[in-house]
């Protein structure tokens, strides 16, 4: 089963604008990635936030962890038309072996960023 | 570089035809990875090796089977293929004990009708 859940599942706004993401999940985890996927293409790997982190920047991206709440959101500042992707989130639950590197993806959100 | 990649990029089958996907990396990754996507949905683990020699179940493994041959290469095969095997199919790699991003292939597009 889906470890995690996207919310919302579609989103649409204007280049320059805010884009925000949030994934809920069910277990405890070691780490939470975020993923990337244009149409038809496969995934890439976006940002990682560890589970004793809280909040991890890289470029226009911002990424905050509540491990509290065991949920995670993603923003995307400036938004331009080439951001225009599904993204999804995943987790390496904790109790997999670090080993293993076993993702479990949530269903993921569509954005459009309309130029 | 070419990363991960594979093969075919498309793919027709009849019910009950077989068929293996084939996956290569050339990044000197330890552990690989066998995910299906199908529309609307994320992506579930069918199969994944972590490391030469080793093969395990996934989330999804019915109906498919997985060979590592070596380092480099990781393929999928549907014995007796089924209409519910229609989906997209990932194959990723991750550097062993690195950290656990993985890095994903371009996608096989499978058609059983």
């Known amino acids: 089963s889906q470890q995690g859940e996207e919310d919302p599942q579609a989103l649409s706004i204007q280049e320059g604008e805010n884009a925000t993401m949030n994934c809920s999940y069910k277990t405890s985890i070691n780490n939470l990635q975020w993923y990337r996927q244009n149409s038809g293409r496969g995934l890439v790997h976006l940002i990682l936030i560890r589970s004793n982190e809280r909040e991890k920047h890289s470029g226009r991206l911002r990424v905050t962890l509540d491990t509290s709440k065991k949920s995670s959101s993603l923003l995307i500042t400036a938004s331009r038309a080439a951001d225009t992707a599904s993204y999804f989130c995943?987790?390496?639950?904790?109790?997999?072996?670090?080993?293993?590197?076993?993702?479990?993806f949530g269903q993921g959100t569509t954005l459009q960023v309309k130029p | 570089n070419a990363g991960v990649t594979q093969t075919p990029k498309f793919q027709v089958l009849k019910t009950g035809q077989s068929m293996t996907l084939q996956c290569a990396q050339d990044?000197?990754?330890?552990?690989m990875y066998w995910y299906r996507q199908d529309p609307g949905m994320g992506l579930r683990l069918i199969y994944y090796s972590a490391s030469e020699g080793t093969t395990d179940k996934g989330e999804v493994p019915n109906g498919y089977n997985v060979s590592r041959l070596n380092k480099r290469e990781f393929s999928l095969r549907l014995e007796s293929a089924a209409p519910s095997q229609t989906s997209v199919y990932f194959c990723?790699?991750?550097?062993?004990?690195?950290?656990?991003?993985?890095?994903f292939g371009p996608g096989t597009r499978l058609t059983v009708l």
């Open positions: 990723a790699s991750r550097l062993f004990r690195d950290s656990d991003t993985q890095y």
């Open positions: 995943a987790t390496v639950p904790r109790e997999s072996s670090s080993n293993t590197g076993k993702l479990i």
């Open positions: 990044m000197n990754h330890n552990s």
